[in-house]
C-alpha cells in the first residue's frame, strides 16, 4: 500500500532584541563567561517582577504580518510550570490561550510540489537557561535564560521532509532578512508532530512528536526514519504505535521513546497575573505594518520583474547576507539588475577566488554602488571596475581616491587610441598580413596588444572598433 | 516576643516586615528555604521612604510567606502563649512611626487588631510591589501600620505611585489620602453575616465605632452580603495556586537553602522543599497544585476568577449606594499558639473577614477589628471614617 506522510510543526526561533523578554539584561549570544548576562530577575530570585520589553510584541507581530496572521489586539501570558534547574523560576511565562498572532499561512515550492502551509497561530516565550556537566558536577549558566522566543505552529499541512525543509529555509532567510532572528545555531528548534496514513485516506494516523530538532540534515533524517517506523508497524506489525514524544539520537540515526515521566506532566497553566494583557492598538499596528520588511514572495516577483535570471533569483532568497547588499546597494543609487550582476558574477566570484567568506562587512554597499556608477557613466572600463572591485573588498579604500592616484580612468582621447592602433599594426605586420589573408584569429591578439599599449584604459569595443577600422584602410 | 528579625538602624524611623527585602540584609521571609539568602536590590517602597526621610529601623517577623494569622509560625520566631503581630506591637509600642506590611491573607489587618492599631490595605496596582517576597500577586498589596489616620495617609503619600518595575502598578495619577473628607450624611453598610462571626469583644468594638459615626452623622444600615463565603474561598483558591507557583522557586539549586543529602536532582529538590518549607507552606502547596491540575482547573480556578469578577461587580453595586462599608476584620481578639496542622482550617475561617478586599482590590482600612472597605481608591473615605472614630475614642 502506498502511504502518505502527514507533518506538522512546531518552531521556536529566537528573536534578535537588545535585551530580554522580562528584563533589561542584553546581549547574551555574545557573554563570554556563563552566567554573565542575568540580573536577578531572570535568575529567579524574589522581589522582581517581569517588565514586558515591547521590541518582542512588535518583532512576533511582524513576524505573523510576513506569515498572513491575524495580528490579535489583545494577547496574554500564561505560566507554565515543571522543574528543571535550568528554569530558575521553575515556571516558563508563555502564551497559551491567547497567543499574539493567528489564523496564518505561507506558501512552500519544493521541486515536486506547491502546498499552503496554515499557520496556527505565534506565540511569544521566554527561552530556559543551559546545564552544563563536568565530571561529578553539574553547573547552571543562566545567560539564555528570558531570552525572547516566537514559536510557531503549523497545521498538519506538509506531507515530505523536503516540504518542512523548504518551509524551515523559507522561514530562516525571512527572519535573517528582516532582522527578525539572526536565527544561529541552536536558535531556531523545532518539534515534529508525525504520522502517517493510507494514501487517499482523510483520517489521521497515530501521531507521535520528535522533539527539540535543531540541523536541518538531522531534522530529514529523523522525519525518514519515523515515517518509516509508523509504515512498518502499519503494513508489518512491528509494533503497536502510540501517541508518544520521542527524540532522535544522532548516533543512531533511530528515534526512542522519552520516559513518560516526562512527557505526561500536567504544566498547570495559568494566567500570569503579573502580566497586563498586551492591547496593541490600531496606531502600534499600523507603525509595525509601516516597518514591515518587505516579504520574501514580494521579493521574488520584484527580481524577475526587472529581469533577474531564475538561477540568480534563487541564489539571492536563499541568502539573506546577499540580498541585504542588493538591497544597500540599490539604496546607494545603483540600479536592481546591474548590482545583482556585480554582487552575484563579479564579486562572488572575486570571493571564491580568494577563498572569503561573505559578511556584512565585505564591502560597504555605497562603495559598491559607487564602483558601479563609474563603470555606467564609462569613467572606467568594466574590467578596470573589476579590478577596483578586488582592491576595495581588499583594502577597503575609497573607489574615486584610489582610481584618481593610480590613473585609471577611461582613455577618452581619440587620438591616443589611433595612435595606440597605429603603433601596434606597424609593430606586428606579420600578424597584420595574416588577417589580411583571412586569418581571423590574429585579431584577438592585436585587441590585446592594443589594450596593452593603451594600460588596460579603454573601453575594448572601441578598441575593437578602431582596429577594424584602421585594418579596413 | 522578638521584634525584629534584622535590626538594622538604631535612629530608624520605620519598621518593614520581612517580605520586603532590603539590600545586603538578610531576608527569611520567615521561611527555612530562605535561610542565608539576601537581596541584591531594595524595594521601592523602602527606596521612597528613605529619600523621604524615613530610615527602616529593622525587619520583623512574618510567618512563612505571610500565610499564617499574624506570624506565629515564622522561622526562628515562633510564638507561644498570646499571639501578637511583631510590627504591629513595634508601633503600638510607638517604637517606630510606622511600619509596611505585605497584606495577602489578611494578616496585617488581624495583627493591628489584636495590637488596637490600624492598618490599610490599599487599593489593588496603587503601591509598587517590586522587592517583596511575592505569592499571591492577583491580590498581595503593601500597606501601612499606624496609630491613626493621619499617618497612615502620610506615608501612603510617599508609597503609593506608578513604578514601571513593576507591571501591575496602575499607571501615573495621584492620589488622594485626605482624611477630612466630610463623613455626615453619608451611608455605610455593616455586613451582618461577618458580624455574626464574630465573637463579643469583637461585636463590641464594632458596636462602639457604629455608635461613635451615627454620632457624626453617618447612617449606619445592617445589609446581607452573602458572597462573603464565595469570596473567602474564591481567593484562598487563586491565593494557593499563585504562592505555589511563585514559591515552587525554592528549589535548593540557586540559593538558600539546600537540604545535605541527595543523591539525584529529584531527590535535591524534595528534600530541600520537605525540609525548608513548614506543614501550612506544605498545604499549600499541596493545594495550589491541585486547583491548577487539568482535572481542576476549570472547577476551581477558572471558577474563582469567575467569582472574582462578580462579586467586584456586586461591591461596585454596593458602592453605589453606600460610601464604605463596615465588618469585623476577625472573629476573636484573643489568639494563643495552636498546632500548625491546624494552621490551614484556621487561617482559612479567619480570611471570610478579610478575602473581600484581596480578591478584589478594594482598600480596606482596620481600626482595631473594625474594617472599613470602599470602592476602589476610596481611600480618603475610610481614612476619614478612621479618624472621626479616632476622635471618640478620647
Known amino acids: 500500500m502506498k502511504y502518505e506522510i502527514v507533518i506538522g510543526l512546531e518552531t521556536h526561533v529566537e528573536l534578535n532584541t537588545k535585551s530580554k523578554i522580562f528584563c533589561s539584561c542584553g546581549g547574551h549570544s555574545s557573554a563570554k563567561e556563563a552566567n554573565d548576562c542575568v540580573c536577578p530577575a531572570c535568575c529567579g530570585m524574589p522581589g522582581m517582577l517581569p517588565v514586558m520589553n515591547k521590541r518582542v510584541v512588535e518583532l512576533a507581530a511582524t513576524a505573523g504580518l510576513m506569515l498572513n496572521c491575524n495580528i490579535n489586539k489583545y494577547s496574554t501570558f500564561d505560566k507554565k510550570n515543571y522543574y528543571y534547574p535550568d528554569l530558575p523560576c521553575a515556571y516558563q511565562i508563555t502564551q497559551l490561550n491567547h497567543p499574539i498572532c493567528t489564523n496564518g499561512h505561507i506558501t512552500i515550492k519544493t521541486k515536486d510540489t506547491e502546498r499552503e502551509i496554515r499557520i496556527k497561530q505565534i506565540h511569544m516565550e521566554e527561552d530556559a537557561g543551559k546545564l552544563v556537566h563536568e565530571g561529578n558536577f553539574s553547573y547552571v549558566d543562566f545567560n539564555r535564560t528570558s531570552v525572547p522566543l516566537i514559536e510557531i505552529v503549523t497545521q498538519p499541512d506538509f506531507r515530505s521532509a523536503d516540504e518542512v525543509l523548504t518551509y524551515l529555509r523559507k522561514l530562516k532567510s525571512m527572519f535573517q532578512s528582516s532582522g527578525i532572528s539572526e536565527c544561529e545555531t541552536g536558535a531556531m528548534r523545532c518539534d515534529i508532530n508525525i504520522s502517517v496514513r493510507p494514501e487517499g485516506s482523510s483520517e489521521y494516523g497515530v501521531r507521535t512528536e520528535v522533539k527539540n530538532m535543531s540541523s536541518f540534515e538531522l531534522i530529514e533524517k529523523a522525519i525518514n526514519y519515523e515515517a518509516q517506523r509508523h509504515i512498518d508497524a502499519i503494513e508489518y506489525e512491528t509494533e503497536e504505535l502510540i501517541q508518544e514524544t520521542r527524540r532522535f539520537d544522532e548516533a543512531t540515526g533511530k528515534t526512542f521513546a522519552m520516559r513518560n515521566k516526562e512527557t505526561e506532566a500536567d504544566y498547570r497553566y495559568f494566567p500570569d497575573p503579573n502580566l497586563m494583557p498586551i492591547v496593541i492598538d490600531d496606531a502600534w499596528l499600523e507603525k509595525i505594518k509601516a516597518n514591515k520588511p518587505i516579504i520574501l514572495d514580494e521579493r521574488e516577483n520584484l527580481y524577475r520583474e526587472v529581469g533577474i535570471g531564475e538561477k540568480e533569483i534563487a541564489m539571492l532568497l536563499s541568502n539573506h547576507v546577499l540580498m541585504k547588499l542588493l538591497d544597500d546597494t540599490v539604496q546607494a543609487g545603483a540600479d536592481l539588475k546591474t548590482a545583482s550582476s556585480w554582487i552575484l558574477t563579479d564579486l562572488i566570484g572575486l570571493l571564491k577566488r580568494k577563498n572569503i567568506a561573505l559578511t556584512a562587512d565585505t564591502i560597504a554597499p555605497a562603495k559598491l554602488a559607487r564602483i558601479i556608477e563609474l563603470v555606467a557613466k564609462s569613467v572606467i572600463t568594466r574590467a578596470t571596475g573589476k579590478k577596483l572591485l578586488d582592491v576595495v573588498v581588499e583594502k577597503d579604500v575609497d573607489p574615486d581616491e584610489y582610481r584618481i592616484a593610480n590613473k585609471l580612468d577611461m582613455q577618452q582621447d581619440s587620438g591616443l587610441l589611433e595612435n595606440a592602433v597605429r603603433k601596434v599594426l606597424q609593430e606586428n605586420e606579420t600578424m597584420v598580413a595574416e588577417y589580411k589573408a583571412g586569418k581571423e584569429k590574429v585579431f584577438q591578439a592585436l585587441i590585446g596588444a592594443t589594450m596593452k599599449e593603451l594600460k588596460g584604459k579603454a573601453e575594448p569595443s572601441a578598441v575593437v572598433e578602431a582596429l577594424r577600422k584602421a585594418l579596413l584602410r | 516576643?522578638?521584634?525584629?528579625?534584622?535590626?538594622?538602624?538604631?535612629?530608624?524611623?520605620?519598621?518593614?516586615?520581612?517580605?520586603?527585602?532590603?539590600?545586603?540584609?538578610?531576608?527569611?521571609?520567615?521561611?527555612?528555604?530562605?535561610?542565608?539568602?539576601?537581596?541584591?536590590?531594595?524595594?521601592?517602597?523602602?527606596?521612597?521612604?528613605?529619600?523621604?526621610?524615613?530610615?527602616?529601623?529593622?525587619?520583623?517577623?512574618?510567618?512563612?510567606?505571610?500565610?499564617?494569622?499574624?506570624?506565629?509560625?515564622?522561622?526562628?520566631?515562633?510564638?507561644?502563649?498570646?499571639?501578637?503581630?511583631?510590627?504591629?506591637?513595634?508601633?503600638?509600642?510607638?517604637?517606630?512611626?510606622?511600619?509596611?506590611?505585605?497584606?495577602?491573607?489578611?494578616?496585617?489587618?488581624?495583627?493591628?487588631?489584636?495590637?488596637?492599631?490600624?492598618?490599610?490595605?490599599?487599593?489593588?496596582?496603587?503601591?509598587?510591589?517590586?522587592?517583596?517576597?511575592?505569592?499571591?500577586?492577583?491580590?498581595?498589596?503593601?500597606?501601612?501600620?499606624?496609630?491613626?489616620?493621619?499617618?497612615?495617609?502620610?506615608?501612603?503619600?510617599?508609597?503609593?505611585?506608578?513604578?514601571?518595575?513593576?507591571?501591575?502598578?496602575?499607571?501615573?495619577?495621584?492620589?488622594?489620602?485626605?482624611?477630612?473628607?466630610?463623613?455626615?450624611?453619608?451611608?455605610?453598610?455593616?455586613?451582618?453575616?461577618?458580624?455574626?462571626?464574630?465573637?463579643?469583644?469583637?461585636?463590641?468594638?464594632?458596636?462602639?465605632?457604629?455608635?461613635?459615626?451615627?454620632?457624626?452623622?453617618?447612617?449606619?444600615?445592617?445589609?446581607?452580603?452573602?458572597?462573603?463565603?464565595?469570596?473567602?474561598?474564591?481567593?484562598?483558591?487563586?491565593?494557593?495556586?499563585?504562592?505555589?507557583?511563585?514559591?515552587?522557586?525554592?528549589?535548593?539549586?540557586?540559593?538558600?537553602?539546600?537540604?545535605?543529602?541527595?543523591?539525584?536532582?529529584?531527590?535535591?529538590?524534595?528534600?530541600?522543599?520537605?525540609?525548608?518549607?513548614?506543614?501550612?507552606?506544605?498545604?499549600?502547596?499541596?493545594?495550589?497544585?491541585?486547583?491548577?491540575?487539568?482535572?481542576?482547573?476549570?472547577?476551581?480556578?477558572?471558577?474563582?476568577?469567575?467569582?472574582?469578577?462578580?462579586?467586584?461587580?456586586?461591591?461596585?453595586?454596593?458602592?453605589?449606594?453606600?460610601?464604605?462599608?463596615?465588618?469585623?476584620?476577625?472573629?476573636?481578639?484573643?489568639?494563643?499558639?495552636?498546632?500548625?496542622?491546624?494552621?490551614?482550617?484556621?487561617?482559612?475561617?479567619?480570611?471570610?473577614?478579610?478575602?473581600?478586599?484581596?480578591?478584589?482590590?478594594?482598600?480596606?482600612?482596620?481600626?482595631?477589628?473594625?474594617?472599613?472597605?470602599?470602592?476602589?481608591?476610596?481611600?480618603?473615605?475610610?481614612?476619614?471614617?478612621?479618624?472621626?472614630?479616632?476622635k471618640e475614642d478620647k
Open chain 2, 1 to 390: 516576643m522578638e521584634y525584629y528579625v534584622q535590626k538594622i538602624k538604631e535612629n530608624g524611623k520605620i519598621a518593614v516586615d520581612d517580605l520586603i527585602l532590603i539590600k545586603d540584609v538578610p531576608s527569611y521571609g520567615g521561611s527555612k528555604i530562605l535561610e542565608g539568602f539576601h537581596s541584591l536590590f531594595t524595594a521601592e517602597v523602602v527606596e521612597r521612604l528613605e529619600k523621604a526621610g524615613y530610615p527602616v529601623s529593622g525587619t520583623t517577623p512574618v510567618g512563612e510567606f505571610g500565610l499564617d494569622l499574624v506570624g506565629e509560625f515564622s522561622y526562628g520566631h515562633t510564638q507561644k502563649g498570646k499571639l501578637y503581630g511583631a510590627a504591629a506591637e513595634l508601633v503600638k509600642k510607638g517604637e517606630v512611626e510606622f511600619a509596611l506590611g505585605v497584606d495577602m491573607n489578611g494578616a496585617p489587618r488581624r495583627a493591628a487588631a489584636l495590637s488596637g492599631i490600624e492598618f490599610l490595605k490599599p487599593t489593588y496596582g496603587t503601591v509598587s510591589r517590586y522587592g517583596i517576597i511575592s505569592c499571591a500577586a492577583s491580590g498581595e498589596q503593601i500597606g501601612v501600620y499606624a496609630s491613626n489616620a493621619e499617618t497612615i495617609a502620610k506615608a501612603m503619600k510617599i508609597i503609593a505611585g506608578h513604578d514601571e518595575k513593576d507591571g501591575t502598578s496602575l499607571p501615573d495619577m495621584t492620589y488622594d489620602y485626605s482624611t477630612t473628607e466630610a463623613v455626615s450624611g453619608k451611608k455605610v453598610a455593616l455586613i451582618t453575616e461577618l458580624l455574626e462571626k464574630a465573637d463579643d469583644d469583637v461585636k463590641k468594638q464594632v458596636q462602639k465605632v457604629v455608635a461613635d459615626l451615627e454620632k457624626k452623622g453617618v447612617k449606619v444600615e445592617k445589609i446581607s452580603f452573602v458572597n462573603c463565603q464565595t469570596a473567602c474561598i474564591a481567593w484562598q483558591i487563586l491565593m494557593a495556586a499563585e504562592t505555589c507557583n511563585n514559591i515552587s522557586r525554592y528549589d535548593g539549586v540557586k540559593f538558600g537553602f539546600r537540604a545535605e543529602k541527595y543523591k539525584d536532582i529529584d531527590e535535591l529538590y524534595v528534600n530541600s522543599r520537605t525540609e525548608g518549607f513548614n506543614l501550612l507552606t506544605k498545604t499549600m502547596i499541596l493545594y495550589g497544585s491541585d486547583v491548577l491540575s487539568k482535572k481542576r482547573y476549570k472547577d476551581c480556578y477558572e471558577k474563582s476568577l469567575r467569582a472574582r469578577r462578580l462579586i467586584a461587580e456586586q461591591l461596585n453595586a454596593l458602592f453605589e449606594q453606600y460610601a464604605a462599608v463596615i465588618a469585623p476584620v476577625c472573629s476573636t481578639l484573643s489568639f494563643t499558639d495552636y498546632d500548625v496542622k491546624d494552621a490551614f482550617t484556621k487561617v482559612y475561617n479567619e480570611m471570610v473577614f478579610t478575602a473581600m478586599a484581596n480578591l478584589t482590590g478594594i482598600p480596606s482600612l482596620t481600626k482595631g477589628a473594625v474594617q472599613f472597605m470602599a470602592k476602589p481608591f476610596g481611600e480618603s473615605t475610610l481614612l476619614s471614617l478612621a479618624r472621626v472614630s479616632e
